[in-house]
Every structure is written in C-alpha cells, then in structure tokens.
C-alpha cells in the first residue's frame, strides 16, 4: 500500500543506506552552467550525478533491502545490469548465494561483471524473466528480491531526500524511469517532505510500460525493446505505479535516437553514462519537459554502467 511510505519511513531508510558497509556515495550535485552542455532554454539546472554512485544507483535500495534480510541467504532476482551489479555486490559482502536473470538484449559486458562478484548469470528472452525468476523460487528454493517493485528497496531509493539538501524546493525534478523503483522514491520522499507545487516528471523510451500504465490506470505487462534496456522492463511495479501516480505529473517519452544523442553529448562534456541513465537528460535537451523558462529545475543521471563496446555504437 501506498500508506506504508512515510517520510518517517524515507528517513530511517536513508540512515540505513548512509551507514551501510556497501559504503553508499553522497553522490555530487553540480549546475548545469558549470558545465558544457547544451541547452536551450532559459534556467537553473542542477544535475544529480549518480551515475558516479558505487556500482549503481541501485546501490541505495539493495542497501535498505539486504539490511533487512538474514545473511547467507539464497537470492534470484531479475536485471539487465544496474540492480543486478549492486545485488551481486551486496551478495560478495553478505555471504549470501545469488543468481540474476538478465534479458539477452543485455550487453554481454554487464553479464561478465555481474559474474566477477560470484553470482550467476541466467540470460533469457524479456518475455520470459519472470518465468525464469519463479522456476528458481520453486525448484531451488531462492528468495526472489524484486529490482524495483519492493517496499525497501523504493525506500532505500529515497535520494530526494539528498537532492533537497542541495536544491531545496526546485519547481522541476526529472528522472529517468523503467520499473519505476526510482521515480517512486524520488517523487515520494520530494512530496512528502513538503514541495508540493514541485512537478516531477518520470522518463522512459518509446513503446515502455509506466506510460502505457498511466493510459490503462493499472500496471501492465508488454513486450518491451529499448537501447536502454534498464528503462524496459516487462512490466511496471505496482508499488511504484501507485505512487507515482500519486506524485508524478507526468511520464515523458524519448526516443532511441535522442537517447543516443544524449548519450554522445554528456560523453563529450566529460560524463559517462549509460543509456539507461541518460534518458532524463535526453527529455531535458529535447524540449520534452514544459514550462521550465526562469524555473529551477534538477535532472538525475542514474547510471554509469556502460563499457566500451557500448559506446562505439554511438555517434562522437
């Protein structure tokens, strides 16, 4: 239930990632206008950059979810890369046995790492992760730990928590949005803690489901593909689904190309970030994001996980 998150909730979370062992980054905050990228319209963006966070911004909710879970357990979970390294992090430290199943359209590169932590690696068509994920749950007993539809792993997410201490009361926020896990802890942890005019906007590819979610006003279920394959996800959580349609103003569609260029263009002014994590900026630069003249605005880069075969594949 949507009740169950609370900024009491949100904050104890947040102390519980702060001290974790996984050694979770304040990550930096920096102004737009410190930097080269382009823009075209008039106003104060400050961008987030977790895309620096250690392993991946999932980081933060796999800190709040294993703190929460006995050590040495036996966990599967789903992922094309960002949750599936940190998990397979948290795993190494923990003592516990892990498996992650990753859709093929993956990079083999994010496989290989995910393997260098001890976890194993299952890779299968998108449509059949979670028929993947159950076969482990009820042939080798293995605890599923979702990757964005779970209560403490959206708690653990809470970075807007740290972003308001930096950009207190920003008329804009924009983060990227697959499953939903970070844009619902985002939204919820700006809203709850008073910034009630500020609109936050969720970004995901073309042909993804929190969109088609929002039209059907219910979580659904589609045969996703994306070169940001961490932003399509079979399916919208229903936690996150509830809450950012409680919080989010809006789901805003970008295309692989403008990824692409996005991607190319934050590589140039010196940034890595994957596909995945880049959507947010795609929207900012493409003008898909209304009314920002004059406004302050913040803009999250969620994940620096892409290795150089990827990046071959874009244009300089």
Not at 31 to 49: E, R
Not at 261 to 290: C, H, N, Q, T, W
């Amino acid at each position: 239930s949507t009740d169950a998150v609370t900024l009491e909730l949100l904050r104890e979370a947040r102390e519980t990632v702060r001290n974790s062992p996984l050694g979770v980054l304040n990550t930096p905050m920096i102004p737009w206008c410190q930097t080269t990228l382009p823009l075209s319209v008039s106003c104060n963006v400050h961008i987030k950059l977790e895309n620096m966070q250690k392993t991946s911004f999932k980081i933060r909710g796999v800190a709040n979810q294993f703190s929460r879970r006995p050590s040495g357990g036996h966990f599967v979970t789903m992922s094309a890369g960002n949750y599936g390294k940190s998990f397979a992090y948290a795993s190494k430290h923990y003592g516990s046995k892990g498996k992650v199943v990753m859709p093929e359209t993956a990079p083999e590169s994010r496989a290989t790492l995910i393997q260098t932590f001890g976890v194993e690696v299952e890779r299968v068509p998108g449509s059949s992760l979670m028929s993947a994920v159950n076969r482990c749950v009820q042939e080798d007993n293995m605890t599923f730990l979702h990757s964005y539809d779970d209560l403490d792993l959206i708690a653990g997410h809470a970075l807007g928590l740290e972003l308001l201490e930096a950009v207190p009361d920003p008329d804009v926020v924009v983060v990227c949005c697959g499953g939903g896990g970070l844009l619902a802890g985002v939204a919820a942890a700006v809203k709850l803690s008073g910034c009630d005019t500020t609109r936050i906007y969720g970004v995901e590819p073309e042909g993804c489901t929190m969109y088609q979610s929002f039209i059907e006003k219910k979580p659904v279920w589609m045969d996703t593909h994306s070169i940001a394959s961490g932003l399509a996800p079979p399916s919208a959580g229903r936690l996150p689904f509830e809450l950012c349609r409680l919080y989010v103003e809006q789901i805003v569609l970008v295309s692989d190309d403008e990824i692409r260029a996005a991607v190319s263009a934050l590589y140039r002014a010196g940034l890595v970030v994957e596909p995945s994590g880049s959507a947010a900026f795609a929207a900012l630069v493409s003008d898909k994001i209304p009314d920002l003249e004059g406004k302050t605005a913040v803009c999250v880069l969620s994940g620096g996980n892409v290795g150089k075969d990827e990046l071959a594949n874009f244009p300089d």
